[in-house]
């Protein structure tokens, strides 16, 4: 039994090794960690403007993409206020 499992019909956050940020609700995985999330969207940050967020819908991360899947909690994430949120984008995962 995969940790995943118990993250199914939640809201998650991935982070992949290009440094890119994913929120969406996991539908499914496979044994090679790729993910299925629905809702999803991408958080673009800047530090010169609010954290954009880009509406992708159905999504489809290949597992070796990944570099970090944690769960949301939506109660928090709904009081944030993107628009005033400022930080450096991630880089890519270096070896």
């Keep these: ?3 995943l499992e118990s993250y199914i019909n ?3 956050s991935i982070i ?3 440094g890119r940020n994913f929120i969406g609700t996991l539908k499914g ?3 090679t960690i790729n993910i299925i999330i629905d809702e999803c969207h991408e958080r673009v940050f800047s530090t010169t ?3 954009e967020q880009i509406v992708l819908g159905l ?3 290949r597992g070796d993409n ?3 899947i944690g769960l949301i909690d939506d109660s928090i994430d709904s009081r944030l206020d993107l628009a005033n ?3 450096e984008p991630l880089g890519p995962v270096v070896h």
């Design 1 to 3: 039994m995969s940790g």
């Design 10 to 12: 939640h809201t998650v």
């Design 16 to 18: 992949t090794a290009d």
């Design 29 to 31: 995985f496979d044994q």
């Design 49 to 51: 403007a609010g954290i």
């Design 59 to 61: 999504h489809i991360i």
């Design 66 to 68: 990944i570099a970090v």
């Design 85 to 87: 949120i400022r930080g």
